[in-house]
């Protein structure tokens, strides 16, 4: 069902939505927040402690804080924070208006205790739900691309900023599933194929988004790895895959990332939704991960009132339909218990204390203006550090300035591809064209041709030195790609272009991978991903040799339709609403490493206009103790990077772990990864800590992870397929392993 892509599309209207998902419920707004409307938020937090409120005295405890409002709260006030204050499902439309302008969610403030109103809005790439005078950043997997943990951090910062400025006080955001299938049509919007590498990008965008005011939501808890059918679609998954692949990021944002809150998803994972799902709830989440914070269901994804609050769901959203009145019922027949309802509201209000809210008045609401020149700055230099060169033939690249250019296809002129669809979806102020940017940038000829006709586009580019190839993908949440060409007769515009002038570089504005049938006609191929407003100058510097390339893939690119691990329709999009995760442990690069299949750019890949050489691996300490799976910085790999060009750049060092064959373990995965800036002819060592969880696996019968004692390999290079470096330690432990 295309319902929510449908609606989060500004250009389209009210009408697409469906009937059917439409709960409606004539549910009262709460006279608190009807006072609130027009744009105006009035949250009644700092409300000064007294012998009446003791909960606000914000020298206490936090914990200590919530038992004092739960016992202060009435049942009817307790049920008001599980549940949104949309009127139905169809709070992006003019038909079911939010209390409060703006917030695509919201709760309102209960005054009498001063419970602060809870307002929600997404945007993964800057603040959505069509707020105005904000920053387009570009896409998620552009940032993650930089494998930069600073700028991923700096990336929650300024998201998190504009949020709290435009008095959002839960951000919907970060999406931190792995991508299991290519297609997906909400790539574009994570952060790419490893639960490693996802847990550290979602680790410090996080704690970049809380440490600016608002509470951060990561999502989309589990198994949410399709678009297509999504409503109802099964994922059918083992349990030691659940554990090693698509729950570390989200372990890793309760441990690390302290995150407050999770938004449970729309699929079911193993035939029971994720937002009932007691096993993904409770055990999971709660008594494994220990997570203190609360649960909200994604839009319309609670389909229950008494197994969702028995199960484990926190907080419905948008709207009343199971939490409101129901939930009331259900409390008062005995169906749930008066101890559940406040472990749900205890759940909520932790992250509130901890987090602020009731002690500090935001600073703005829906109407401020929060974009800044900062901000601006910080847009384009995501996108230049997110830009991966993949192909650069004999060094066309970086171009001289006065070589004329053809700019060629729509992205690169009229119709620039700056983000995705859906509910990440940002109004941006401006967009930086490709042609405007090179325009202002090089010093030669450059003309452009929009590509709907063949012949004059490779008119255009036999008639200038270099052709720029722009293409785009389609990407929206609410959708998967139906396979991973380009669509719109790209490939035959690349074709034609490619036949026309020998020196063609191909730039893909795309959100996920995308097959390549013409590469080897083509000198230059760049995936520029969705990149935000500076979109134009962010190209024309890495294309003129400004900025020097230094981003790598956190996704692999197959060669062929078939050669990915989720070929099968079994897998995707699944037969009779169940998708099996049939390859296991293998997605992604573990796939091609496990099958002995050639990816065209393998997972980790990227190109740079210097060259580096890796050197001198030591692993240390070579017999590794380990007591238990969680302990930090165990082994530590020293490794030298020497920039052996001409310029200065960066270098992504990656260590990789290949256990011993009898724990049943993909070949090898990534552990540890670091970022090195390096002058010509410099060498500098670098050091790279691995913890014990990089040693263990997750044993199913004790539902715990171990540490197998054995040889681990120690691999190091920059890609996951180029790693010259290898040794080996062996590992043992003392103790139980946890
Ligand atoms: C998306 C969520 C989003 C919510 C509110 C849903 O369709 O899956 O990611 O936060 O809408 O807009």
Redesign the pocket.
């Known amino acids: 069902m295309k ?2 892509s449908a609606v ?1 599309s500004s250009a389209q209207s009210a009408a697409l939505i469906l009937g059917a998902m439409c709960i409606c419920l004539s549910m009262q707004i709460p006279a608190s927040a009807q006072s609130s409307q027009a744009g105006e938020q009035k949250a009644k937090s700092s409300l000064p402690a007294t012998a009446q409120r003791p909960w606000m005295n914000k020298t206490l405890p936090a914990k200590q804080r919530v038992e004092m409002l739960l016992k202060a709260m009435t049942l009817d006030e307790k049920i008001t924070m599980l549940h949104g204050s949309g009127p139905c499902l169809e ?2 439309t003019d038909k079911c208006p939010m209390p409060i302008k703006g917030y ?2 919201q709760v309102p403030a209960i005054e009498r205790l001063g419970i602060p109103h809870l307002t ?1 809005a ?1 945007g993964r790439a800057g603040v ?2 069509k707020a105005t005078d904000v920053t387009l950043l570009p896409a998620p997997i552009a940032a993650a691309s930089s494998w930069d943990i600073e700028l991923m951090s700096q990336f929650g910062h300024v998201l998190g900023k504009e949020q709290w400025d435009k008095g959002t006080n839960v951000t ?2 970060p ?1 931190i599933d792995v991508v299991r299938v290519p297609e997906w049509g ?1 790539t574009f ?1 994570s952060y790419g194929e490893d639960p490693y590498f996802n847990s550290r990008m979602a680790v410090v965008e996080i704690e970049g988004i809380q440490a600016e005011g608002s509470i951060a ?1 990561a ?2 808890y589990l198994t ?1 790895q399709q678009e297509s059918d ?1 409503f109802h679609a099964d994922s059918v998954v083992d349990e030691r895959t659940l554990q090693e692949i698509y729950l570390p990021p989200y372990a890793a944002s309760i441990a690390e990332g302290h995150v407050g809150t999770f ?1 449970c ?2 699929v079911k994972t193993n035939g029971v939704y994720s937002c009932e799902n007691a096993h993904l709830l409770q055990d999971i989440l709660r008594k494994q991960l220990k997570f203190d914070g609360w649960v909200m269901s ?4 609670t389909h229950s009132t008494i197994d969702s609050a028995n199960n484990g769901l926190d907080q419905q ?2 709207d009343a339909s199971f939490f409101g009145e129901p939930l009331k019922k259900a409390v008062g027949d005995g169906k749930v218990a008066m101890a559940t309802i406040d472990e749900h509201v205890r759940n909520i209000l932790l992250p509130m204390f901890r987090q602020g809210l009731f002690d500090r008045q935001q600073p703005g609401n829906w109407d401020s203006k929060v974009r800044t020149a900062e901000h601006t700055a910080f847009s384009r230099k995501v996108a230049e550090q997110g830009t991966i060169l993949l192909k650069n033939q004999d060094s066309l690249l970086p171009l001289r300035a006065d070589a004329s250019i053809a700019v060629i296809g729509e992205a690169g002129s009229t119709k620039p591809k700056a983000e995705g669809g ?3 979806e940002v109004v941006a102020p401006y967009v930086i064209s490709p042609f405007d940017g090179i325009g202002k940038r090089g010093k030669g000829k450059v003309t452009s041709a929009d590509g709907d006709d063949l012949d004059k586009a490779a008119a255009a580019a036999r008639a200038a030195e270099v052709a720029v190839v722009f293409v785009r993908t389609e990407e929206t ?2 959708d998967d790609r139906p396979d991973l060409k380009l669509p719109n007769n790209q490939d035959a515009l690349i074709a034609a272009v490619a036949a026309a002038n020998k020196n063609t570089i191909v730039v893909l504005d795309t959100g996920g991978p995308v097959l390549m049938p013409w590469i080897d006609q083509v000198a230059g191929v760049i995936e520029a991903w969705y990149p935000g407003q500076e979109d134009g100058n962010a190209i024309a510097a890495i294309l003129y040799g400004d900025v020097n390339p230094s981003a790598k893939l956190p996704l692999t690119i197959p060669r062929t339709a078939m050669a990915i691990p989720t070929s099968q329709k079994e897998q995707w999009p699944g037969v009779d609403g169940h998708s099996l995760y049939s390859e296991k442990l293998n997605v992604g690069y573990r796939w091609y490493d496990a099958t002995g299949t050639d990816p065209l750019f393998p997972f980790g890949f990227g190109l740079s206009y210097t060259t580096f050489r890796v050197s001198h691996l030591v692993a240390e300490p070579a017999k590794l103790v380990l007591h238990s799976s969680t302990e930090p910085a165990k082994l530590k790999v020293t490794v030298d990077v020497t920039n052996t060009g001409k310029r200065a750049g960066a270098e992504v060092v990656q260590v990789y772990i290949g256990h011993p064959a009898e724990n049943g373990e993909p070949p090898h995965q990534l552990r540890a990864f670091a970022k090195v800036q390096l002058q010509p002819g410099e060498t500098k060592p670098v050091t790279l800590s691995l913890d014990a969880r990089s040693f263990s696996t997750f044993d199913t019968a004790k539902h715990e992870w171990v540490t197998r004692a054995g040889t681990y390999q120690i691999l190091v290079g920059t890609s996951s397929r180029d790693l010259p470096l290898h040794t080996a330690i062996t590992a043992g432990h003392t103790g139980p392993t946890r």
């Open positions: 319902f929510l989060h709070v992006w695509v969610g929600l997404d959505g739900n919907l955001s999406t909400r919007e939501d999502n989309m949410m999504r938004m998803a729309y994604d839009w319309g994804a959203m948008p859906g509910s990440s949440e609410g």
